[in-house]
Nanobody, 119 residues
Framework: QVQLVESGGGLVQPGGSLRLSCAASGIIFSAYAMGWYRQAPGKQRELVASISNAGSTNYNDSVKGRFTISRDNAKNTVYLQMSSLNPEDTAVYYC?????????????WGQGTQVTVSS
Protein backbone atom coordinates (compact mmCIF):
# COMPACT_ATOMS: atom_id res chain seq x y z
CA GLN A 1 0.00 0.00 0.00
CA VAL A 2 1.39 3.36 -1.05
CA GLN A 3 1.47 6.09 1.57
CA LEU A 4 2.70 9.66 1.34
CA VAL A 5 2.54 11.29 4.76
CA GLU A 6 3.12 15.03 4.99
CA SER A 7 4.13 16.86 8.14
CA GLY A 8 5.45 20.23 9.21
CA GLY A 9 2.57 22.49 8.34
CA GLY A 10 1.13 25.04 10.70
CA LEU A 11 0.63 28.70 11.45
CA VAL A 12 3.51 31.07 10.81
CA GLN A 13 3.87 34.83 10.75
CA PRO A 14 4.69 36.69 7.53
CA GLY A 15 8.39 36.53 6.89
CA GLY A 16 8.73 33.27 8.78
CA SER A 17 9.88 29.83 7.73
CA LEU A 18 8.57 26.29 7.75
CA ARG A 19 9.91 22.96 6.56
CA LEU A 20 7.49 20.42 5.17
CA SER A 21 8.36 16.74 5.05
CA CYS A 22 6.78 13.91 3.10
CA ALA A 23 7.61 10.35 4.08
CA ALA A 24 6.87 7.76 1.42
CA SER A 25 6.26 4.05 1.78
CA GLY A 26 5.15 1.32 -0.57
CA ILE A 27 7.06 2.72 -3.54
CA ILE A 28 10.59 2.55 -4.87
CA PHE A 29 11.17 6.10 -3.76
CA SER A 30 14.44 6.66 -5.61
CA ALA A 31 12.74 5.94 -8.93
CA TYR A 32 10.04 8.56 -8.51
CA ALA A 33 9.98 12.24 -9.32
CA MET A 34 8.61 13.99 -6.25
CA GLY A 35 6.81 17.27 -5.94
CA TRP A 36 4.87 19.64 -3.77
CA TYR A 37 1.58 21.14 -4.90
CA ARG A 38 -0.67 23.57 -3.10
CA GLN A 39 -4.28 24.55 -3.22
CA ALA A 40 -5.65 27.73 -1.72
CA PRO A 41 -9.38 28.20 -1.06
CA GLY A 42 -11.22 28.88 -4.31
CA LYS A 43 -8.15 28.28 -6.44
CA GLN A 44 -6.83 25.44 -8.54
CA ARG A 45 -4.12 23.17 -7.29
CA GLU A 46 -0.75 24.36 -8.55
CA LEU A 47 2.77 22.98 -8.69
CA VAL A 48 5.06 24.56 -6.12
CA ALA A 49 8.26 22.63 -6.73
CA SER A 50 9.43 19.30 -8.09
CA ILE A 51 12.57 17.23 -7.97
CA SER A 52 13.42 14.48 -10.42
CA ASN A 53 14.83 11.11 -9.47
CA ALA A 54 18.18 12.50 -10.59
CA GLY A 55 17.87 15.56 -8.37
CA SER A 56 16.92 18.20 -10.94
CA THR A 57 14.60 20.81 -9.50
CA ASN A 58 11.84 23.01 -10.85
CA TYR A 59 10.00 25.83 -9.10
CA ASN A 60 6.89 27.89 -9.55
CA ASP A 61 7.99 31.43 -10.31
CA SER A 62 6.16 32.71 -7.23
CA VAL A 63 8.42 30.73 -4.88
CA LYS A 64 11.78 30.93 -6.63
CA GLY A 65 14.46 32.13 -4.26
CA ARG A 66 12.26 31.48 -1.21
CA PHE A 67 11.52 27.75 -1.30
CA THR A 68 13.90 24.83 -1.68
CA ILE A 69 12.92 21.26 -2.47
CA SER A 70 15.22 18.39 -1.58
CA ARG A 71 15.07 14.65 -1.17
CA ASP A 72 16.75 12.01 0.97
CA ASN A 73 16.48 8.67 -0.79
CA ALA A 74 17.89 6.84 2.22
CA LYS A 75 14.96 8.09 4.28
CA ASN A 76 12.34 7.94 1.50
CA THR A 77 11.56 11.55 2.28
CA VAL A 78 11.14 14.75 0.31
CA TYR A 79 11.34 18.17 1.94
CA LEU A 80 10.17 21.66 1.16
CA GLN A 81 12.03 24.40 2.99
CA MET A 82 9.94 27.55 2.86
CA SER A 83 11.29 30.96 3.80
CA SER A 84 10.07 34.55 3.60
CA LEU A 85 6.53 33.29 3.75
CA ASN A 86 3.70 35.65 2.91
CA PRO A 87 -0.09 35.36 3.21
CA GLU A 88 -0.34 34.35 -0.46
CA ASP A 89 1.48 31.13 0.46
CA THR A 90 -1.46 30.07 2.63
CA ALA A 91 -2.78 26.79 1.24
CA VAL A 92 -3.00 23.08 1.74
CA TYR A 93 0.27 21.60 0.56
CA TYR A 94 0.24 18.17 -1.05
CA CYS A 95 3.05 15.74 -1.65
CA UNK A 96 3.11 14.12 -5.10
CA UNK A 97 4.97 11.11 -6.46
CA UNK A 98 5.22 10.46 -10.18
CA UNK A 99 6.75 7.59 -12.08
CA UNK A 100 6.48 7.41 -15.86
CA UNK A 101 7.38 4.16 -17.56
CA UNK A 102 6.86 2.57 -20.94
CA UNK A 103 3.15 2.05 -21.28
CA UNK A 104 1.98 3.80 -18.19
CA UNK A 105 2.38 6.09 -15.24
CA UNK A 106 2.03 5.83 -11.48
CA UNK A 107 0.88 8.93 -9.59
CA UNK A 108 0.30 9.15 -5.86
CA TRP A 109 -0.85 11.97 -3.60
CA GLY A 110 -0.59 12.64 0.08
CA GLN A 111 -3.47 13.85 2.22
CA GLY A 112 -2.12 17.37 2.51
CA THR A 113 -0.90 19.62 5.28
CA GLN A 114 -2.24 23.09 6.02
CA VAL A 115 0.10 26.07 5.90
CA THR A 116 -1.31 29.34 7.17
CA VAL A 117 0.66 32.57 6.98
CA SER A 118 -0.90 35.23 9.13
CA SER A 119 -0.06 37.76 11.79
Amino acid sequence: QVQLVESGGGLVQPGGSLRLSCAASGIIFSAYAMGWYRQAPGKQRELVASISNAGSTNYNDSVKGRFTISRDNAKNTVYLQMSSLNPEDTAVYYCHADLAYVGGRNVHWGQGTQVTVSS
